[in-house]
């Protein structure tokens, strides 16, 4: 699922300076899930940013509302009411969500409350990792699971580099290595001359490298 | 012969070889490189020039290395994966051989979060084994990685890196093997000051036979000070100081640690060479490069061998 | 409340066992809430609800209802009935006995209410309310029926029976004591509409055993009435038996103590682990020296020389029961015959209800055991327009059933007088909540039930004195906190539930489930301990018992009324379970300055994020926390995400700018609670050097 933390209230009071009215507008499908940006932590935004407003004798008022998902046109259609009224909407939904909403309220100045982060899952509760890079060719079929390019600091696809130590990896040593990992889970399955196969270099054309991607489904189009 | 440069001369008719390595300085200062060339000049068979390691900016390797040759030493340019993508690596080479350098050494490179740029983008377009593979193709089949042919193609001694220190430890010598297949002719190995994990590691290489493919350089290096010795034990991944390296260095008074560091690496020189497979030594003297002739001067390697 | 809830169907919420063994139904797990909560008057308005004898109750009700407790699967029982009586005695009486209940018009049909006993007065006060004209017939001089005739002072004091008495007379009900209705058809000539009859089972027998008719043999009811009525009965120097097992015979047992008797015993059939008597009332009457010989059949009176009761020949039985058919379903063991000795002999083995008022062409039907006959779900007898309930109906039955029976009875004599079916007034029957799980038991925490304070045994011997001495404030907090709100906790909308699981990882009950997509709290195991929705990313989780705008509200009075007295004005959030467990709470709060003032709440884990970011918007100086220590925490680890949500606040309020020291945690032992006036000094001090908090200057 995509991840994203909440920015800097100083870096969103930034952003705002310039707004009176504004409308803190939560989304209740992956940044909820994150802890960023649902209906919880609107609540808590704003009330953070009323204090903040009022240690300053300053005047913005902070309305909140939470939709579904703001990827998803209809649900950003429900609020467009609310959306009218203010004089700039800080969406704490992933950077899909806050393009969406300006696409759909070209009008409107759209700010973004979140850094969306990564693809990455809670390996425990609180502890979110990144584990997916989009890359759009997936090799997870010959890494036994454990991707490289998202989980090797230098996505290598013949690793492991000199600095993996102790399953380390060199840049950060709480970081295992990936390609310890890939290593273990091999030799687990029987597979470790898989190491020995030369991995040709990767096509990069098909990651945002060549360009921001699309799929198209004939099948499903209305 | 591949190339015939100096390096790969010394080597194949069987002596011991010794190689130098050169850090370029941080500036555009010209001078720095013909002081450091004249410490050099004469002792070693070739000279690694670094290309911005450990992720801080420095002068390019092909440059230096260009001038290194107008100052009468051969050049081992090393090349990583961290900065360039393969279409500016191919194009530094084609010009890199155009200009004379024989040796190369392919790298996969220190993160970008090590050095002073690191809010840089990682290029990472290839891997070493992946560079290691194009720089072949393009020498022994004359294609470019796009599969385009090249007319005049870039001939290199081509060297990689090895780690027999590094995780996970089985794995190393298949590495090594991993490498040579992809195109190593030369192997130089991270600093080695756990000499028997070392003699375990080529053990285990020399059974299988890859001390015949490719010739194996063994990193060595002096270490200054008790507190530098200290921090390459703690603070960089990837390598082995044992405890008695340590002791030895504080063992001595203050003044005496750096010759003591110069006889050291001396010794550890002299262990290597008694170590089957091991084809040569690469004295990595980083910031004292004047330390070079001594230690070969101490190991006995003194003068080189004319080819 | 989207319809989408998963809670069960409107209208047909399961309720606690408690509720539904109370034959009124009674909201036991609302008062009992609302004294953990400490809003004590509230408590005594839910038990008055539906109870027009709640002082009563509190005191001699059976409670089925701590029989069916689902906290007896953890330890003991909650004290149902002593925090009734609590409640009771901590209500305001000046605010009224039922306040908040009101009175129909009046209406022209008149009813007549045969007996003032628990039943009968209930039926009295509920058609009073619905508007009818009421009159109450009392064979005895004194109101109350049993109350006042069969159940000794010592358990139920005569001025709380005038205490109940009273308001009825204010409502307008007419009482005509030392009346006996001799004839219910006289009754419905002279022009009552609807009759109803709790004439109670005031018979006592005896068997016929020989020597019974001798004039130291005597009958359970008159003894009993005789001494109700003001009677000196001098037992001195006697040695008193009393024949029977149930409780009756221990009244009969222990009144005879008080009377000076040197030795009581009791004798019965039922073996000691069965016998009737409720399990308190043997051991309170062994207490005072009541020796019990079980396991006995009775087979003669035996006399002395004198021709006096010296004692009776028992022999010792195996008796499983009585048999539907009558008869007993006993053994009798060979040559164990033996005399108990007593110089008066009580029998106390059961009683029925004179019936001599009944027609006697029968239109008003008899059942075998030669009870009132009626139909169960309506209380209706076989002649129309007469319904009858409590011990006439049942036999000897409990306080509370015949207060049930009562307002059935009121329900269809409404519905008759209407010309209505009298069934269409009747609510269904609750439906029951399930059983608890057994991984949700292991959670709990056990806590010992609070020991209810009595008279010292030998002052009981000596007098009538009450026995039965009422919690304190802070036992009957406690004892009210080991509630466990069965189901009343959370409830998830799925239309807002994202499946982020964080309610299923949270739950220190294992209660969470996923179903059909979407997180479901399972409706009859949450311990409403309200964590999962102050953890819910989605806030897709509400509790019964009270809102985030509830809180919110009393968090904006708590910083109105801190402020405003030039010193910083601090909200605290504070847990009941060790805040005030170890004092009277109201205690504690005195020693607080004015500046200070708390939100009180079951578990610091209930205290949202937002409610601390709150409280500095509304303008407080200063926040506190106050939870259990480590691992001392009701639910397991409220009190550990109550610390981790105050740390995370905390770097809010410094990224804000009014700084993180403005807010503090304080763990607290229930044995200490001076510790958080000491803490709250320490935080007040620290907001003296801060300054006031920059959100009110402006």
């Known amino acids: 699922m995509i991840k994203a933390k909440l920015k800097p209230i100083a870096e969103i009071r930034e952003m705002l300076a310039p707004y009176e009215k504004v409308l803190i507008l939560g989304c209740g499908t992956c940044v909820t899930i994150s802890f960023a940006g649902g209906e919880k932590e609107v609540g808590l935004l704003a009330s953070s940013l009323r204090i903040a407003e009022a240690m300053n004798g300053q005047a913005k008022t902070f309305a909140e509302a939470t939709v579904q998902r703001q990827c998803e046109w209809e649900f950003l259609d429900e609020v467009a009411e609310q959306i009218n009224r203010a004089d700039a909407v800080l969406s704490l939904a992933c950077g899909i969500g806050v393009q969406a909403l300006a696409e759909r309220y070209p009008d409107k100045v759209i700010l973004p409350g979140v850094n969306t982060t990564f693809l990455g899952m809670a390996v425990e509760h609180g502890v979110l990792v990144e584990r997916c890079r989009a890359c759009g060719d997936c090799v997870l079929g010959q890494t036994a699971g454990i991707c490289p390019i998202a989980r090797c600091a230098k996505n290598l696809l013949n690793g492991p580099c000199g600095g993996s130590q102790e399953g380390k990896c060199e840049v950060n040593p709480e970081l295992d290595c990936a390609w310890q990992l890939i290593y273990e889970r091999l030799e687990r399955l029987g597979m470790l001359d898989r190491m020995n196969l030369f991995q040709p270099p990767k096509d990069w054309s098909k990651d945002y490298d060549g360009g921001p991607r699309k799929i198209v489904r004939e099948d499903l189009r209305l | 012969m591949k190339v015939g440069s100096n390096l790969e001369k010394v080597l194949a008719a069987g002596h011991f070889a010794a190689t130098g390595e050169l850090g370029p300085p941080k500036s555009a200062d010209a001078e720095v490189i013909r002081k450091k060339a004249g410490l050099l000049r004469g002792y070693v068979d070739a000279v690694n020039i670094t290309d911005n390691q450990t992720a801080i900016v420095r002068m390019s390797s092909i440059s230096v290395g260009v001038m290194l040759l107008q100052e009468g030493l051969e050049p081992t340019i090393q090349m990583t994966c961290r900065d360039r993508n393969r279409l500016a690596i191919q194009a530094d080479l084609l010009g890199a051989a155009a200009l004379g350098i024989p040796n190369l050494l392919c790298l996969t490179g220190d993160h970008q979060s090590f050095g002073n740029h690191a809010t840089a983008r990682g290029v990472y377009d290839l891997d070493s084994m992946q560079l290691l593979n194009m720089v072949r193709a393009m020498r022994d089949d004359k294609q470019f990685a796009c599969g385009e042919e090249i007319s005049v193609e870039p001939r290199f001694f081509i060297g990689a890196a090895s780690n027999p220190f590094a995780d996970p430890f089985d794995f190393r010598p298949q590495r090594l093997a991993n490498k040579i297949a992809a195109g190593a002719d030369f192997v130089q190995t991270q600093l080695i000051y756990n000499v028997p994990k070392f003699a375990e590691f080529m053990k285990r290489v020399v059974d299988m036979g890859l001390h015949e493919k490719c010739y194996i350089l063994a990193g060595v290096g002096p270490i200054k000070s008790v507190g530098m010795a200290r921090y390459m034990q703690n603070n960089v991944p990837g390598l082995d100081v044992p405890e008695d390296i340590v002791a030895r260095l504080k063992g001595v008074p203050k003044e005496e640690v750096r010759q003591e560091g110069l006889k050291q690496c001396a010794e550890i020189i002299q262990q290597c060479r008694e170590i089957p497979g091991v084809a040569g030594v690469h004295v990595m003297a980083i910031e004292w490069e004047a330390a070079v002739p001594q230690i070969l001067e101490l190991a006995g390697l003194l003068p080189r061998p004319q080819v | 409340m989207s319809d989408k809830n998963d809670g069960p169907a409107r209208g047909q919420e399961p309720v606690p066992p408690c509720v539904a063994a109370c034959p009124a139904h009674t909201d036991v797990r609302g008062y009992v809430n609302a004294i953990a909560r400490g809003d004590f008057e509230e408590a005594y308005r839910i038990a008055r609800e539906p109870n027009p004898l709640p002082y009563v109750c509190g005191k001699v009700c059976a409670h089925p209802c701590e029989d069916e407790c689902r906290r007896g699967d953890v330890d003991e029982p909650i004290a149902i009935a002593a925090l009734k009586r609590f409640a009771t005695e901590r209500h305001d009486l000046s605010l009224g006995h039922a306040p908040g209940l009101t009175v129909a018009e009046p209406k022209e049909q008149r009813v007549a209410v045969i007996g003032s006993g628990p039943g009968g007065l209930t039926a009295a006060h509920d058609l009073a309310r619905l508007g009818y004209q009421v009159t109450v017939f009392e064979a005895n001089e004194e109101l109350g029926g049993m109350l006042q005739v069969g159940i000794p002072p010592y358990r139920l004091p005569r001025e709380t029976i005038d205490l109940e008495v009273a308001p009825l007379k204010e409502l307008g009900i007419e009482f005509v004591t030392g009346q006996r209705v001799e004839d219910v058809d006289a009754l419905l000539n002279d022009g009552y509409d609807a009759v109803y009859i709790g004439v109670g089972s005031h018979m006592g ?494």
């Not at chain 3, 039922?270 to 020796?291: Q, S």
């Not at chain 3, 009761?309 to 053994?331: K, N, T």
């Not at chain 3, 108990?340 to 059942?367: H, K, N, V």
């Not at chain 3, 379970?577 to 205690?587: F, R």
Request: with cysteine.
């Open chain 3, 205 to 698: 027998r005896k068997l016929r055993l020989p020597n019974v008719e001798l004039p130291d043999v005597w009958i359970n009811t008159e003894f009993l009435h005789r001494v109700a009525s003001g009677e000196k009965i001098d037992l001195s120097g006697r040695h008193v038996l009393v024949l029977g097992g149930g409780n009756v015979a221990i009244d009969c047992a222990r009144t005879a103590v008080r009377l000076g008797a040197v030795e009581v015993s009791m004798t019965c059939l039922e073996g000691a682990d069965n016998m009737p008597a409720h399990d308190w009332e043997i051991e309170e009457a062994e207490d005072e020296g009541v020796k019990m010989y079980p396991s006995r059949t009775f087979k003669e009176c035996v006399l002395d020389d004198d021709g006096h009761i010296a004692g009776m020949r028992c022999v010792q039985v195996d008796f499983r029961g009585f048999l539907p058919e009558g008869g007993l379903d006993m053994d009798e063991f060979v040559d164990t015959d033996h005399v108990l000795a007593a110089d008066l002999i009580i029998f106390a083995i059961g009683q029925g209800p004179d019936l001599s008022l009944l027609p006697e062409d029968g239109s008003i039907a008899q059942t075998r055991r030669r009870t009132i006959e009626v139909d169960p779900k309506t209380m209706a007898t076989t002649k129309p327009g007469v319904f009858a309930g409590g011990d006439a109906v049942t036999g000897v039955g409990f306080i509370i059933d015949a207060i049930g029976a009562a307002h059935t009875a009121a329900r269809s004599i409404d519905a008759y007088l209407q010309g209505l079916d009298p069934a269409a007034l009747q609510p269904p029957d609750p439906v029951k909540l399930g059983d608890l799980q057994e991984k949700t038991v292991s959670h709990i925490r056990p806590l010992d039930r609070e020991g209810m304070p009595k008279l010292a045994v030998d002052q009981r011997k000596a007098t009538f004195g009450e026995v039965d001495l009422g919690y304190s404030e802070a036992q009957a907090v406690r004892a009210a906190q080991r509630c466990l709100t069965c189901g009343a906790g959370a409830t998830v909308d799925t239309d807002k539930c994202i499946a982020c699981l964080t309610c299923v990882r949270v739950c220190p009950y294992e209660v969470p489930l996923l179903t059909r997509g979407t997180a479901e709290v399972v409706f009859d195991q949450c311990q409403a301990c309200g964590l999962c929705a102050s953890e819910c990313p989605a806030k897709a989780i509400t509790m019964t018992l009270y809102t985030d705008e509830d809180m919110l509200r009393d968090i904006k009075q708590a910083v109105d009324m801190a402020a405003g007295n030039g010193k910083p004005a601090i909200v605290g959030f504070a847990c009941r379970y060790c805040a005030y467990a170890g004092q009277e709470p109201e205690v504690v709060k005195a020693t607080l300055p004015e500046n200070v003032q708390t939100v009180d709440v079951l578990c610091s884990g209930k205290v949202d994020a937002l409610y601390l970011l709150k409280a500095f918007e509304y303008g407080a100086d200063g926040v506190f926390v106050a939870g259990c220590l480590d691992g001392e925490c009701h639910n397991e680890k409220g009190n550990v995400h109550a610390d981790q949500r105050v740390g995370y606040i905390k770097g809010l309020l410094d990224e804000i700018g009014i700084g993180g020291a403005r807010l503090e945690m304080f763990n607290l032992s229930p044995q200490q609670c001076a510790d958080m006036t000491t803490a709250v000094g320490t935080l007040a001090a620290t907001l003296e050097e801060l300054g006031p908090s920059p959100v009110r200057r402006h």
